[in-house]
C-alpha cells in the first residue's frame, strides 16, 4: 500500500485557503428572495392568535407564512431517528408551529421578501398573541407527577426508558468490602460550527424540480425527509451539499427550516435563502449533554468493581424530529465503557422539558457513560487507597476477551485498553509525577494529574431508519483516459475523508492518487447514501469504495492479463503501471488498460469483459446485529474505537483559574488511513472537549428563556487558551471491517471531561475536593475550594 | 434608504449602492461577490469576517458598509492572484493541514498577516494570543498555530525587496 497510513494534504486545502470555497451562503441566484423566521419568545404557550398585515405591508415582501398553513399543506416532518422504532413516544412536529409553542425559538412564521434587512423588519413587526402555559424546566423535576407536561397527550414527560440488566448487582452490593456512589452532571452544550445552518431553495416548475442546497451533512435522507414532509416525488428534489463549514453532528437534518424552505420556493417559484444567525444557532440549531447520572458502585479491597447500579437522567428538551434524543440511549448503552463489570444495572430516563430539542452532537452521548466510569474509578481509587491507573487496569476488558458482549447488547469489537494506558502514562512521565508536584508545591503553585478514558463506538447503525441504516455507497469510474472519478454517498463537513477515500481508491486500483477526483454531497450525481455521521466516512463510505475499486481492478486485471499473457493473479498495480509480480520491467500503464475497454470493446483484450469501467458497491457492516444474536442481543454499533488522556493541570486556588500544562492522549481506532488528517480531527475533538469541561454551557432560566445565546455569552476555547496536545495512534485492528478502521471523529472529546476533573482534585488533594460536575469554570472551582475549606479540608 | 459608496477593494476601485443597514461583509459578499469574507457570528466575536480596512484588521460584520466608503479593503481575494500563486501565509496553511472545513481560514489568514506583520518572529505565546479573536471550531488551533510559525519562517528568509503583498498592504495604513 502506498498511500494508506502515509499522510496526505486535504485534497480541497488550497480551494479554502484561498478562500475559494463554495459555501452556502455564497450561493447567489438571480431574483433570489430571502426568508426570516418569526420564533416564538415563550419556552411553552399557546398560539391564540397572529396578526400578519403589518408584515406583508412592508416593501418588498413577497410572501407571509404561518403554522396554519403548514399544518393544512404539509406533512409534519418525517424523524430522522424512528421513535417506533425504539419503543419512545413521538410528536408530529410542523414546519411552523400551528398552535402550541414548546421552547424558546420555535418557529411560528416565516416572511420572504426582496432583502434580507426587509424580510427581518417584516417577521419583526408580525403580531403573535400568546397564552403563557406553565413550563417543565427541570428534567427530575418534569418526571414527578403534576409536573407541567410538554406533551399533554403524553400522560407524563418520559419519552423512553431502559433498563439494562446482568449479573447479580444486589448480590455484588452485599458482598462488597466497599461502596461509592455520587452523581455525575454534564451541562447543556453543543458544537458550534463556525458556520452557522443555511439553506437555498430553488424550483423550476418547468422540469418540476426543486433544487436545495443545504449545509447538511447528510443530502441523500435530507432529499427524503423533504420530499415526504411535502408530499412530493424524491426524484423531483436535488440536495447538494456545497462545502460545510463544520458539522460536527448538528448538521444532521431535520430541522423546521429545510421543509418550510423548500415548500415556499416551490410556491413562489423563486429562490430563496435562509441563513441562520449566530443567535437563532444557538436557540434552536440543536443541543445536547444535559445529563445526570446517578451511580454507586461495589469494590473489593483490592480495587476491583463488582458491581456498579447507574441511573441516567437526560433532559432532551423538546420532543422533535431530530435523532438527538438517541444520545441519551447510547450513553445507557455504553455504560460501563472499557471496564468488565459482571454485576451490573443501567437504568435510563429520557425526559423531556421546554428546552431546545437536541440534536446530534460529538460525542453522542458516549462522553457522558466514559466520564462516568472516570469518575467511579477514581472513586474507587481514592476509596481503596489504590494508584487510580491501577485501578483500571484490574477492570480493564482483556484483549483477548473481545468480541465482548456490554451489559446492553452492544459487542465491542476489540481494543487494547491496557496498551494505549501503558503508553499515556509514558508519554505524561506518570512515575514522576509525583516529584514535579512536590517542586511545584514548593514554588507555592498548585499542579494535578488526571486521567480521562474513553470508548466512542462508531458507524451507528440502527433497525428501520432512513438516516442511521448504517450502510453505503460508493461508484468508482476509470473514464477512458485512466482518469478515477469516486462518487460517494458519504460527505464531508471538512473532516477529511474525501483525502481518504481518494487513498483507499488509489491503493486499491494502483493509481496514483493525483489522478483521483472524489465528488460528495449531490443527490443527482452520487449513489444513495446516508452522508456523515458517527465517524463513519471511511469505515462504512470507505470499505464501499474499497469493495467499488476492487471489482473495477479486477476488471482491468483480465484485461491486463490478456496484453500482458499472463495469469491476472499474477499481476500487481502501483503508480499507475498493471505489471507482472516479481518482474516490473513487464507492465502495461492503467491508462493504456482504461483505453482499451473503452475503445476496443470488440477487440482480443477487452472482448470478454463487459464495456465500462464503473462499479457502484454498497458496504454493510458485519458487526451489527438487527436480528438478535446467539445471546438474544442487538447490537446497533460495529466498532469500537477508544482511547486514553492523560492530563496535568495548574489550578490557582485564589481565583479557581485551570491551566492546561500537558496533554497526551493515545487513541486506537483500527487502521489510520491518514494520520495526519486522524491527528488534526483528535486535536480538534480534545478543543472541543476542554471547552465542554471548562468554558461551554447553554444556561436556561426557569422560565425557559437561553441566557447564552451569542459567543460573548458561550465561550468556546480560543487559541490562547489551550496548550499544544501530544496526540500518538495505537492501530488494533477492526477484526470485521475490510480495512480495519474504526472511525476517529468522535475521539479526543470525551478524554478531557474525566481527566481534567481529576487532575483539578489532585491538584489540590488536601482539600478532598470531588468534581462530579462540569464546566470547571473559575467561579466554580472557587466555590468548590471556598466550601472545602469551610467543611475544614 | 441607499447610499452610494466608493471603495477599493483588493486594489480595485467599486462604486455601488449600499442599504444603509448593511454591513461591510454583506457589500464584499453579496455586492462584490467576493465570498472568501465570511460570517460566523454577527457580533464581531468570531473573526470568519475579518478583512483589513486601511491596513488593519477588523471584523467586517461590526462596520457598515456606508461607513467603508472612501477606505481602502483587503480581502482574502487579494492575497494569491491564482490557485497556484498563493500567498506564503496561505501556502503554509496548506502544507500544515492548518485548516478543515475552512470556514474560519480567510479571516485566520489574515489576522496572521497583521500579527507577522506586527511581530515578524513570533514566540507560540504570541501566536495564540494573535489570533485569538479568531475562532475555529474543528483544528484544536495546532496545526494553524504550526503553519503560522512556518509562514514566519518562509517570510523572514526572503530578502526584503520581496516579501509579500503582505507587508506592503499593511503599511498602507
Known amino acids: 500500500m502506498k498511500y494508506i497510513g502515509e499522510e496526505i494534504l486535504g485534497l480541497p486545502n488550497r480551494q479554502l485557503a484561498a478562500g475559494k470555497g463554495q459555501f452556502v451562503g455564497d450561493v447567489q441566484l438571480d431574483g433570489m428572495l430571502y426568508m426570516a423566521v418569526v420564533r416564538s419568545p415563550y419556552a411553552h404557550a399557546r398560539i391564540r392568535g397572529i396578526n400578519t398585515k403589518p408584515a406583508e405591508e412592508v416593501p418588498g415582501v413577497q410572501y407571509v407564512m404561518t403554522g396554519k398553513e403548514a399544518f393544512e399543506r404539509m406533512n409534519s416532518i418525517t424523524e430522522s431517528y424512528d421513535t417506533a422504532a425504539m419503543g419512545a413516544k413521538s410528536v408530529k412536529w410542523y414546519a411552523l408551529c400551528p398552535e402550541r409553542v414548546r421552547f424558546v ?69 452485599a458482598e462488597a468490602d466497599g461502596t461509592i456512589s455520587g452523581v455525575v452532571k454534564a451541562q447543556r452544550y453543543t458544537g458550534a460550527a463556525i458556520e452557522p445552518r443555511g439553506y437555498v431553495a430553488d424550483y423550476d416548475p418547468f422540469k418540476d424540480m426543486l433544487t436545495f442546497w443545504a449545509s447538511t451533512q447528510n443530502p441523500h435522507p435530507m432529499r427524503v425527509f423533504l420530499a415526504e414532509t411535502l408530499g412530493i416525488p424524491e426524484t423531483s428534489i436535488r440536495v447538494i451539499q456545497p462545502n460545510v463549514g463544520g458539522g460536527f453532528g448538528l448538521k444532521i437534518p431535520t430541522f423546521q427550516e429545510e421543509p418550510l424552505l423548500a415548500y415556499l420556493a416551490r410556491k413562489l417559484a423563486r429562490p430563496i435563502k435562509w441563513i441562520e444567525e449566530r443567535t437563532e444557532n444557538f436557540l434552536v440549531g440543536g443541543h445536547a449533554r444535559e445529563e445526570r447520572l446517578y451511580y454507586e458502585a461495589a469494590y473489593t479491597k ?82 481503596t487507597g489504590i494508584d487510580r491507573a491501577e485501578v483500571r487496569l484490574k477492570n480493564f476488558i482483556q484483549p483477548d476477551e473481545f468480541p465482548f458482549p456490554q451489559v446492553s447488547g452492544a459487542m465491542i469489537d476489540s481494543g487494547n485498553y491496557q496498551a494505549t494506558l501503558s503508553r499515556v502514562l509514558e508519554m505524561i512521565d506518570y512515575k514522576s509525577f509525583p516529584k514535579m508536584q512536590e517542586e511545584a508545591r514548593k514554588q507555592g503553585r498548585f499542579i494535578g494529574l488526571g486521567i480521562g478514558q474513553e470508548l466512542t463506538p462508531e458507524g451507528c447503525s440502527m433497525p428501520r431508519s432512513t438516516m442511521l441504516s448504517g450502510y453505503d455507497g460508493c461508484t468508482v469510474r476509470v473514464n477512458p483516459s485512466g482518469q478515477v472519478t469516486v462518487l460517494t454517498g ?69 484485461v491486463a492479463s490478456k496484453m500482458l499473457e499472463v495469469a491476472p493473479a499474477d499481476l500487481d498495480s502501483e503508480d499507475g503501471k498493471i505489471s507482472v509480480k516479481g518482474a516490473p520491467t513487464r507492465f502495461v500503464l492503467f491508462k493504456d488498460v482504461a483505453s482499451t475497454v473503452y475503445r476496443d470493446c470488440y477487440g482480443k483484450y477487452a472482448c470478454d469483459v463487459e464495456p465500462g469501467l464503473e462499479a457502484t458497491r454498497y458496504f454493510r457492516h458485519p458487526n451489527v446485529y ?84 451569542t459567543f460573548m455569552d458561550y465561550t468556546i476555547p480560543t487559541a490562547a487558551d489551550v496548550p499544544s496536545l501530544d496526540v500518538e495512534h495505537m492501530e488494533t485492528l477492526s477484526p470485521f471491517n475490510p480495512l480495519g478502521c474504526k472511525g476517529v471523529g468522535e475521539s479526543g472529546v470525551t478524554g478531557p471531561l474525566g481527566a481534567l476533573c481529576s487532575a483539578v482534585e489532585n491538584a489540590l488533594p488536601h482539600l478532598k475536593l470531588n468534581f462530579n460536575e462540569t464546566p470547571l469554570t473559575p467561579n466554580r472551582v472557587w466555590q468548590e475550594i471556598q466550601r472545602a475549606q469551610q467543611r475544614g479540608n | 434608504m441607499k447610499v452610494p459608496v466608493k471603495v477599493t477593494v483588493n486594489k480595485k476601485n467599486y462604486n455601488v449602492e449600499v442599504d444603509t443597514r448593511m ?74 493541514q492548518g485548516l478543515q472545513c475552512g470556514y474560519c481560514t480567510p479571516g485566520m489568514v489574515l489576522s496572521t498577516l497583521q500579527l507577522l506583520t506586527d511581530k515578524p518572529n513570533p514566540t507560540e505565546d504570541e501566536i495564540r494570543h494573535g489570533i485569538a479573536g479568531n475562532l475555529c471550531r474543528c483544528t484544536g488551533y495546532q496545526f494553524i498555530v504550526k503553519s503560522i510559525q512556518e509562514a514566519a519562517k518562509t517570510i523572514n528568509s526572503k530578502p526584503a525587496a520581496s516579501k509579500p503583498a503582505a507587508a506592503a498592504v499593511a503599511s498602507r495604513g
Open chain 1, 105 to 173: 425559538g420555535e418557529a411560528v412564521a416565516a416572511v420572504v421578501a426582496e432583502d434580507k434587512y426587509n424580510a427581518r423588519k417584516a417577521a419583526d413587526l408580525i403580531e403573535v398573541d400568546y397564552e403563557e402555559l406553565p413550563v417543565a424546566h427541570d428534567p427530575e423535576e418534569a418526571m414527578k407527577p403534576g409536573a407541567p407536561l410538554v406533551e399533554p397527550d403524553w400522560g407524563d414527560n418520559i419519552m423512553v426508558t431502559r433498563d439494562f440488566l446482568r449479573g447479580d448487582p444486589d448480590k455484588a452490593f
Open chain 1, 490 to 558: 458519504v460527505t464531508s463537513p471538512g473532516s477529511g475523508n474525501e483525502t481518504g477515500i481518494a487513498q483507499i481508491v488509489a491503493d486499491t486500483l494502483g493509481a496514483d492518487i493525483k489522478t483521483i477526483k472524489v465528488l460528495q454531497g449531490d443527490t443527482d450525481t452520487c449513489p444513495y447514501g446516508l452522508g456523515n455521521y458517527s465517524s463513519r466516512s471511511i469505515i462504512m463510505g470507505g470499505a464501499a469504495a474499497q469493495v467499488s475499486a476492487t471489482e473495477i481492478r479486477e476488471k482491468m486485471f483480465k
Open chain 1, 302 to 383: 483490592d480495587g476491583r468493581v463488582t458491581g456498579l447500579r447507574a441511573k441516567v437522567i437526560a433532559d432532551v428538551g423538546a420532543p422533535s424530529a431530530l435523532v438527538g434524543w438517541g444520545m441519551s440511549f447510547v450513553t445507557a448503552y455504553c455504560i460501563p465503557t472499557v471496564y468488565k463489570i459482571e454485576n451490573c444495572r443501567v437504568q435510563l430516563f429520557t425526559v423531556v422539558t421546554n428546552k431546545c430539542p437536541w440534536n446530534a452532537y460529538r460525542g453522542y452521548g458516549k462522553e457522558a457513560a466514559s466520564f462516568l466510569m472516570d469518575r467511579v474509578m477514581d472513586g474507587v481509587a481514592q476509596a
Open chain 1, 626 to 709: 438487527h436480528q438478535p444474536e446467539i445471546q438474544g442481543r442487538f447490537s446497533a454499533y460495529p466498532s469500537w474505537p477508544n482511547g486514553v488522556a492523560a492530563c496535568i493541570a495548574e489550578v490557582d486556588p485564589e481565583t479557581g483559574f485551570i491551566k492546561i500544562i500537558r496533554y497526551c492522549a493515545v487513541h486506537d481506532a483500527g487502521r489510520i488511513v491518514n494520520p495526519l488528517m486522524a491527528q488534526a480531527n483528535l486535536h480538534g475533538g480534545i478543543v472541543q472537549g476542554f471547552g465542554g469541561a471548562m468554558y461551554e454551557n447553554l444556561v436556561y432560566d426557569e422560565a425557559g428563556q437561553l441566557k447564552t445565546a
Open chain 2, 23 to 96: 454591513i461591510l461583509a454583506d457589500m464584499l459578499r453579496d455586492e462584490l461577490r467576493l465570498t472568501g469574507t465570511h460570517i460566523g457570528c454577527g457580533t464581531g466575536s468570531c473573526g470568519a469576517c475579518t478583512v483589513m480596512l486601511n491596513g488593519h484588521t477588523v471584523k467586517s460584520c461590526c462596520i457598515l458598509a456606508a461607513d467603508a466608503d472612501g477606505q481602502e479593503i483587503t480581502t482574502i481575494e487579494g492575497l494569491s492572484t491564482g490557485a497556484q500563486h498563493l500567498h506564503p501565509i496561505q501556502e503554509a496553511f496548506v502544507e500544515n
